[in-house]
Antibody, heavy 120, light 107 residues
Framework: QVQLVESGGGVVQPGKSLRLSCAASGFTFSLYAMHWVRQPAGKGPEWVALISYDGTNKYYADSVKGRFTISRDNSKDTVSLQMNNVRAEDTAVYYC?????????????WGQGTLVTVSS | EIVMTQSPATLSVSPGERATLSCRASQSVSSKLAWYQQKPGQAPRLLIYGASTRATGIPARFSGSGSGTEFTLTISSLQSEDFAVYYCQQYKNWPGTFGPGTKVDIK
């Protein structure tokens, strides 16, 4: 069965960096675009970043452009999110997700999430 | 950016009753509309895509309708496991934006 397992969350100070990872299994990872989606407490989800199946195309929400970088390693079935110069408003649960049937949207499978708290 | 709104914010329903949730887009999204269910401490789960197509494994009591700017999610007979928050998401325009959610709780 499809599994997505995020790791790397924690408490980080404003302006610092954090790297999230997502390990995938149960599907042919190299054929799927992958997303990071975040959800602040009590609010709806917000799409953060997308990487195409082969890593050649990357897209970002305006709120994170220039600060976050998405990457993937198809030999290890992992996708990562490098978060630099974090802000208080980046505090959220971060999920990795794949697109339905190989499309970009909607989001089909989600991981369990990893909590990122930005606080001094 | 397309703004999604949902109503009501909270819907109190008795088990076995029908629940009707609404979602509105600030401009037409055609049928590029998905519904998700989220229970406390869990990730969202895809219920409906293409406005009316149930995702794999989703029970027939869940149905979606609408196109353009007005959409509805109907749960025909609420089961105990259906009490949750429901989000709509448009994916017609980049980025796919979510509504603020409707919480369905026990009356």
């Amino acid at each position: 069965q499809v599994q997505l397992v995020e790791s790397g969350g924690g408490v980080v100070q404003p302006g610092k960096s954090l790297r999230l990872s997502c390990a995938a299994s149960g599907f042919t990872f190299s054929l799927y675009a992958m997303h990071w989606v975040r959800q602040p407490a009590g609010k709806g989800p917000e799409w953060v970043a997308l990487i195409s199946y082969d890593g050649t195309n990357k897209y970002y929400a305006d709120s994170v452009k220039g600060r976050f970088t998405i990457s993937r390693d198809n030999s290890k079935d992992t996708v990562s999110l490098q978060m630099n110069n974090v802000r208080a408003e980046d505090t959220a649960v971060y999920y990795c997700a794949n697109g339905l049937s190989g499309s970009y949207f909607p989001f089909d499978y989600w991981g369990q999430g990893t909590l990122v708290t930005v606080s001094s | 950016e397309i703004v999604m709104t949902q109503s009501p914010a909270t819907l109190s329903v008795s088990p076995g009753e029908r629940a009707t949730l609404s979602c509105r887009a600030s401009q037409s999204v055609s049928s590029k509309l998905a519904w998700y269910q989220q229970k406390p401490g869990q990730a969202p789960r895809l219920l409906i895509y293409g406005a009316s197509t149930r995702a794999t494994g989703i029970p027939a009591r869940f149905s979606g309708s609408g196109s353009g700017t007005e959409f509805t999610l109907t749960i025909s007979s609420l089961q105990s496991e259906d009490f949750a928050v429901y989000y709509c998401q448009q994916y017609k325009n980049w980025p796919g934006t979510f509504g603020p959610g409707t919480k369905v709780d026990i009356k």
